[in-house]
């Protein structure tokens, strides 16, 4: 891992006050894992685009492979269009 990952890592973690966005257990500094809601996959970077894939909005902090499930919104259509509205809405304002 290099510092500019370790760095993103870093600001992930104080993002959800260090809790998992789930269950609410406390994290540890490498006790944690970020979730994709929209699943990072080869169709749907084609789909979507790696800026939406890759969007902060778009990853969870959970603390296990349990909680990182529960995040999956892929077979939902109407959740999928919802969160790449409000990272294109955001992203918007900085114009």
């Given at each position: 891992m290099n510092e500019n990952e370790k760095q993103?890592?870093?600001?992930?973690?104080?993002?959800?006050d260090?809790?998992?966005?789930?269950?609410?257990?406390?994290l540890s500094q490498n006790g944690w894992q970020g979730a994709h809601r929209i699943a990072n996959t080869k169709p749907n970077r084609t789909k979507w685009g790696a800026w939406i894939i890759d969007?902060?909005?778009?990853?969870?902090?959970?603390?296990?492979?349990?909680?990182?499930?529960?995040c999956n919104i892929?077979?939902?259509p109407g959740?999928?269009?919802?969160?790449?509205?409000?990272i294109?809405?955001?992203e918007i304002k900085k114009f």
């Open positions: 993103q890592r870093l600001i992930a973690l104080a993002s959800c260090g809790r998992c966005e789930v269950c609410g257990k406390q969007h902060p909005m778009n990853i969870a902090i959970v603390c296990s492979l349990g909680c990182n499930q529960l892929g077979n939902n959740k999928c269009l919802r969160l790449v509205k409000e294109v809405e955001k």
